[in-house]
């Protein structure tokens, strides 16, 4: 089993920057990939951002590019997502996810989920 938890959450206004933090436990992580989902209300579950662990391989939804990084710290077993220039529409909860073998980039591929963690944008 792997456990996930979030942190770094909370309200900005536009433009503004966060980083969340994904501290993970429970087994050895050198064929998990990691990642960041998002759910807005009333909206599905969708991809944010990935990284492979042992691999400095990075994945993001066009909607992040160029604004939103992902990286991790192998010897903190941590996740990070930096987020800059936010926008109202990135108000989500923010999940941290984790795959065996790779990076999942559809919800249904996901093996661990973290708790979520609010991340609001005000315009």
């Known amino acids: 089993q792997v456990q996930l938890v979030e942190s770094g959450g909370g309200l900005v206004q536009a433009g503004g920057s966060l980083r969340l933090s994904c501290a993970a436990s429970?087994?050895?992580?050198?064929?998990?990939?990691m990642g960041w989902f998002r759910q807005a209300p009333g909206k599905e579950r969708e991809f944010v951002g990935g990284?492979?662990?042992?691999?400095?391989?990075?994945y993001y939804a066009d909607s992040v590019k160029g604004r939103f990084t992902v990286s991790r710290d192998n010897a903190k077993n941590t996740v990070y997502l930096q987020m800059n220039n936010l926008k109202p529409e990135d108000t989500a909860v923010y999940y941290c996810?984790?795959?065996?073998?790779?990076?999942?980039?559809?919800?249904?591929?996901?093996?661990?989920w973290g708790q979520g963690t609010q991340v609001t944008v005000s315009s």
């Open positions: 996810a984790a795959r065996s073998g790779g990076v999942a980039t559809t919800q249904y591929d996901v093996d661990y």
């Open positions: 429970g087994r050895t992580f050198n064929h998990l990939g």
């Open positions: 990284i492979r662990w042992t691999v400095s391989n990075t």
